[in-house]
């Protein structure tokens, strides 16, 4: 597996990556990754194989990304030269999909390529999306993560289609479930039980819509409810975030968490009333799946989404919850509006998405899929 994104790096790619190879098998299991902190101490009790670069782009070189893709071909090569490899996989098109299908024609291993949504709408026309399209028409399988994604690897890219699998991401159940206790984490940000909260968790980036939940807020507190909000990652907009709440004298109803440790996650999940992450299309940056939205489900939480990009995948509106034009604040107020005073209606998507979880969700379900495509090129 070649990939720049690896835990302990945040983010739902990260941990999906993770999910799926310590499931595909030990030592045999061979990761290409960055080295980042806090790698070593994550990777000494590590099931795969973990070897660590240093990969960082360099301004004063053209292409400045050169040194990143010469060192991951490097030891691709080598180690599909020296271990017994049967298939090679990459985190995605670029830079990692391309070292990929260079690695396995050399050596005549098979490539499975991940395709997530929003790389594939970013790199404009020019010679990276050129790159990217030649990567994806000549794996030997994409794996996308959504119907949407797969949608725009054919239109977009060019893709064929039979090369093109569905490969959901997963959650894992038994962490994220009902039931969990949330007395101390209520009583950490002043709530009672009796208190209207919201959730998002994600990167803070525009894209996701956190700044509209916030001006929602506002509009919800004004028609008298009881109501707070609480935010759960980094990212570059936590100051915009900050001063919108100010701004709209919301400042003590948002909680801006920052990062929460592996156990209270699932626990927080559970201590909200609805979980929202209203995502919208910024210049062709869209959300392609929603890990958070497998989360808050396998949690039994009902959740609103925005109808931008590959959300429809993760969640079936008005069956575990809700989706809304990201742009529009006042669909926004609505939809909040109706699962929070409808506790009832609520509760029923939440069971719903729960099941539709437990059966179309799991890491083993995903994780036999890989291993099937794998077998077949073998």
């Not at 990777?43 to 010469?70: G, V």
């Not at 009672?192 to 968790?201: A, G, P």
């Not at 497998?294 to 509106?317: N, Y």
Request: glycine residues 8%; neutral net charge.
């Amino acid at each position: 597996m070649i990939t720049e994104l690896f835990l302990p790096t945040k983010g739902g790619t990260a941990v999906s990556f993770d999910d799926d190879f310590r499931r595909l098998g030990g030592k045999e299991v061979h990761i290409i990754t960055a080295d980042v902190p806090g790698a070593k101490d994550f990777d000494r009790e590590h099931p795969n194989s973990i070897h660590r670069l240093i990969l960082r782009r360099r301004q004063w070189i053209k292409p400045e990304s050169l040194f990143i893709y010469s060192k991951l071909f490097l030891m691709s090569f080598w180690l599909a030269l020296t271990q017994r490899v049967v298939a090679i996989f990459a985190g995605r098109a670029l830079p990692e999909g391309l070292i990929a299908l260079i690695t396995g024609r050399l050596t005549g291993r098979p490539v499975l390529v991940y395709a997530h949504g929003e790389e594939l709408t970013s790199w404009g026309r020019g010679r990276k999306f050129q790159a990217m399209c030649f990567t994806m028409r000549r794996a030997d399988w994409i794996l996308s993560n959504s119907d949407h994604t797969r949608d725009t690897l054919i239109n977009l890219l060019g893709v064929e289609s039979q090369r093109i699998v569905l490969t959901y991401p997963t959650v894992d159940e038994n962490r994220f479930r009902p039931g969990l206790p949330v007395a101390d984490l209520l009583d950490s940000i002043g709530l009672t039980e009796n208190t209207k909260f919201i959730l998002s968790v994600g990167r803070l980036q525009r894209r996701k819509g956190f700044d509209n939940v916030i001006r929602a807020l506002s509009e919800l507190l004004e028609q008298g409810m009881d109501i707070h909000y609480s935010l759960i990652g980094i990212g570059d907009d936590f100051d915009y975030l900050q001063i919108l709440a100010k701004d709209l004298g919301v400042a003590d109803r948002v909680h801006l968490l920052g990062h929460v440790s592996y156990e209270d996650l699932p626990r927080w999940y559970n201590a909200c009333d609805v979980f929202a992450m209203p995502n919208r299309d910024i210049n062709g940056d869209t959300e392609g799946f929603g890990l958070v939205f497998l989360e808050a489900a396998a949690s039994g939480k009902p959740a609103i989404a925005g109808t931008a990009g590959g959300t429809g995948s993760a969640v079936v509106d008005g069956e575990t919850g809700l989706r809304v034009n990201g742009e529009k604040e006042e669909d926004i107020v609505e939809a909040l509006t109706r699962l929070l005073c409808n506790p009832a209606e609520a509760a029923e998507m939440g069971r719903k998405a729960r099941l539709r979880v437990i059966e179309n969700f799991t890491h083993v379900r995903r994780v036999d899929q890989l291993r099937e495509l794998v077998l077949k090129k073998e």
